[in-house]
């Protein structure tokens, strides 16, 4: 039983994490603060070279393939495929870019976000470093060839 519930904890991390970046791909008024929450469309590094609508296009890529990586692999980790923790790890890669290179556009201050890139440097570290959780403790089996 706790095998069970250590694979749906992580697996629920994983999916929240990931949904938690939707923020990202919107930008909503809020008329109580007058300010925005969310991305609001800029890099720092990319906005002057590029222009507004190639940074969108860009930062709406990286953030979904982040929610789209995380979401799939919290649903591969209940599904018992060893492929999970490859799709978090690069999950992580893309959301820390995404992170590195639209940080200045996080509203209203980046800062309130400062959870997003620690957990995805988390994820990085325990699954790939670290290699926990092991695969045999969340499923209880012998799983060959975990790649990662």
Known sequence: MVKIMNKKVVSAVLII???????????????????YVGWIRQSWILSD????????AIGLIL??????????????????????????????????????????????????WIAG???????IVALLILKWPEDEKLFGIKIENQGV
Do not use: C
């Open 49 to 56: 070279a590029l222009g507004t609508t190639a940074v969108t």
């Open 117 to 123: 890139p620690v957990v995805s440097a988390v994820v």
């Open 63 to 112: 953030w979904s393939l982040t929610i789209l990586g995380f979401v799939v692999a919290g649903i591969m980790l209940l599904l018992k495929r060893k492929e999970w923790r490859i799709t978090a790890v690069v999950a992580s890669f893309i959301s820390l870019i995404a992170y590195l290179f639209l940080w200045d556009g996080l509203a209203p201050q980046p800062m309130n």
């Open 17 to 35: 994490h990931g949904l938690i970046h939707i923020t990202f791909t919107l930008s909503i008024y809020d008329p109580n603060t007058n300010d």
